[in-house]
């Protein structure tokens, strides 16, 4: 079986936002809406401060809340591990949305266009998708780019063509993705290596976003 | 996993905004609505006709409000699809007796088709309530102390509903309804707090205390007392009037007020570099 992972060495994260850029421009998100984005954290006292970057998004969990939810069984996970949303049969109640603990779905009610008023740039009338709006949308993992990656033959994580856009254009290698259940996968290897938790775990909800925080104890 | 970390704008939770006062109208409506229809089996003081058609309209009304608010109107028969998890779809199913056995009530002005509409009722009330606890993205609604709170504050609706239908008739259950869903409101509010919750929820909660108290609850109490000893209906009347509006405050603050999210978390601050890892953190929860 395979179970896709995305995993995030926060020691690496720079807080670019290179990420949130590459996914806007790959799936042409609303203005404000962001499927993966960087949280820019401060903790700690005064001369113990410390500054973290932590990329955030639809976790993709093992149990996912959103589609226990879903009354139009609109929210699925495939076999891979990917939760999905058919944009025909969702019927926009927002119910997933307050489900999701980690505020990764959002429902867009009108044709937005980042400049307003000013009319909309030439990408954004091409790629608008009316399926898409007054219902849920979030992270895909880019679904298609994997799906067609894996049609050719390639390796989601290890060929580009068939790895998520985020992951694509990561500049510190702080994203992976691939194939846990794959022990010579990148993502294993370095779960195997490092210490690493996921967000909200006591929810029960099995995300599958780590973050590695160090190496091995 | 909580700490004294300064809320950050982004990362500590937010008011959720998905759900509003449309999404509160549902829960007002079908509160109000069914415990109106188990009032009024249990006094017996107003026809089955009037009884099963003033409750209906509730129900009713609550389901075109949050109709009002899905992306997708048109397109709402696919509420149906997922009886097997969804909390929403088995409302929506329930729904359907609901309206059948009240629809004969008001037919054929049947008791036992508005006994059997107020049993459905009881159903549908804890589908609602579970509506809210299924809601994992929102720690003030997933608590489980807030089940009861839903069940005896919709009862409490429409007992008090029925009151000011009965002309201050059935005084003494809103009474000891209204105890009630004090009592289960405290401890909610109580549970909520001991076992962590967002800032902004307890704040919000905090905020509205002292109104859901004295309007909510003392000052109906003493007018429905003051009915029974001077046998004045209006104040009974009146005191209906505050215990139902008491519980749509209830509603609306728990879905527009105090629904924050459940915001982000780290579940360790990484190495940079050198030294050790920080403890988890959690900014903007209490």
Redesign the interface.
């Known amino acids: 079986m395979t179970k896709y992972v995305l995993v995030a060495d926060?020691?690496r994260c720079v807080g670019c936002q290179t990420c949130t850029a590459a996914c806007k421009n790959s799936n042409a998100t609303a203005p404000g809406v962001q499927w993966r984005k960087v949280?820019d954290?401060?903790?700690?006292e005064f001369p113990d401060v410390?500054r973290?970057f932590?990329p955030?998004g639809c976790m993709h969990c093992d149990d996912p809340?959103c589609?226990?939810?879903?009354?139009?069984?609109?929210t699925q996970k495939r076999a891979d591990g990917i939760v999905i949303i058919d944009y025909d049969?969702?019927?926009?109640?927002?119910?997933c949305?307050?489900?999701?603990?980690?505020?990764a779905r959002f429902?867009v009610?009108d044709r937005l266009s980042a400049y307003g008023a000013a009319g909309e740039m030439a990408h954004e009338a091409a790629r608008f998708d009316p399926a898409m709006?007054?219902?849920a949308q979030k992270c895909t993992f880019c679904s298609d780019r994997i799906d067609e990656g894996v049609a050719a033959g390639l390796v989601p994580g290890k060929d580009w063509q068939a790895t998520p856009a985020c992951v694509n254009s990561c500049i510190s290698g702080a994203l992976q993705f691939g194939d846990i259940e794959d022990k010579e996968s990148l993502v294993s290897q370095l779960l195997a290596a490092n210490?690493s938790?996921?967000?909200?775990?006591?929810?029960g909800?099995g995300p599958n976003i780590r973050?590695?925080?160090?190496?091995a104890p | 996993?909580t700490d004294q970390?300064p809320e950050?704008k982004?990362?500590s939770p937010w008011l959720?905004t998905?759900?509003d006062i449309r999404a509160a109208g549902n829960f007002i409506g079908g509160g109000t609505g069914t415990g109106f229809l188990v009032a009024a089996v249990f006094l017996g003081f107003l026809s089955p006709r009037l009884a099963a058609f003033v409750g209906l309209t509730f129900v009713g009304l609550g389901l075109f409000s949050?109709w009002l608010?899905?992306?997708?109107?048109w397109?709402?028969i696919?509420?149906?699809?997922?009886p097997q998890?969804?909390?929403?779809?088995r409302e929506?199913l329930v729904a359907l007796p609901l309206f059948a056995l009240g629809g004969l009530a008001v037919l054929f002005n049947s008791q036992a088709a508005l006994i059997g509409a107020a049993l459905v009722g009881l159903v549908y009330l804890y589908c609602q309530a579970r509506?809210l606890m299924?809601?994992?993205?929102?720690p003030a609604?997933r608590h489980p102390a807030l089940l009861p709170v839903m069940m005896a504050t919709g009862l409490t609706e429409g007992a008090g509903l029925a009151v000011v239908l009965a002309q201050g008739q059935g005084a003494f259950l809103l009474i000891l309804l209204i105890a009630l869903r004090f009592d289960l409101w405290r401890r909610y509010n109580r549970r909520l707090a001991q076992d962590g919750a967002p800032a902004g929820t307890l704040r919000a909660l905090a905020l509205r205390q002292k109104q859901i108290l004295i309007a909510g609850h003392i000052a109906p109490v003493v007018l429905l007392v003051l009915a029974s000893l001077l046998g004045a209906p209006f104040l009974a009347t009146l005191g209906g009037v505050l215990a139902t509006v008491a519980g749509w405050g209830i509603k609306v603050l728990l879905i527009t007020k105090a629904?924050y999210?459940?915001?982000?978390?780290?579940?360790?601050?990484?190495?940079?570099g050198q030294g050790?890892?920080?403890a988890p953190?959690k900014?903007g929860w209490a």
């Open positions: 926060l020691r949280l954290i401060e903790t700690g410390r973290t932590l955030v809340p589609m226990t939810v879903c009354p139009s069984t609109a049969l969702c019927i926009g109640c927002a119910y949305a307050v489900a999701c603990p980690y505020q429902k009610s709006i007054g219902v210490q938790s996921g967000m909200h775990e006591d929810l909800t973050y590695i925080w160090d190496g | 996993m970390t950050i982004g990362v959720q998905n759900w949050v608010e899905i992306g997708r109107p397109r709402s696919n509420l149906f699809f997922h998890t969804s909390w929403m779809t929506g509506i299924a809601a994992k993205g929102i609604w629904a999210n459940q915001g982000f978390a780290l579940p360790r601050v990484p190495v940079r050790s890892p920080g953190v900014p």
